[in-house]
């Protein structure tokens, strides 16, 4: 199957998806049907979460445009990093790591002094957070959040 163009989902229902279409080459598509590929996890507990995050990560963001993600250490409520934070973690990463707009960075390519404290404990620097970010290149920091919250992306 011919590539012809990229398609970002906008909006997300219990039963379809309605996604916006870019082409990347000036032609007709030619049907009335568009093909795409589904998105493959290992933790069937874990996916809707992971996916509610990644059209949260990826909402603000016109369609077209890649989002370059870092994923920050995923700890518990009390800041440990288990073998559980590191599953999903690495979830996270496969699932975000299989859409084309979503580049992922490592660790070596974000800022010293952004990986020195919690994204938490920065609160009320949010100026000198988006200064690192934007020097990085980096779209959005996945973080985890307080106990009793959901998992959130930092922009």
Known sequence: MNSIGRCAVVEVYDEKSVCEISLMVEREIGADTVAIKKIKYRDTNLYPGIFQLLTKVAEPYEPHK?????????????????????????????????????????????SKALLAYMPDEYAGSTAFLKEYLKRDGIDVIVRRNLPGQRWKGLK
Do not use: C, M, P
Not at 73 to 89: G, H, L, M, Y
């Open 66 to 110: 890649d989002i370059t993600v870092y994923i920050h250490k995923i700890v518990d409520e009390n800041k440990n990093e288990t073998q559980f934070s590191e599953a999903v973690r690495k979830e996270i990463g496969r699932i975000f790591s299989q859409k084309k707009r979503i580049k992922l960075v490592s660790g070596s390519s974000v």
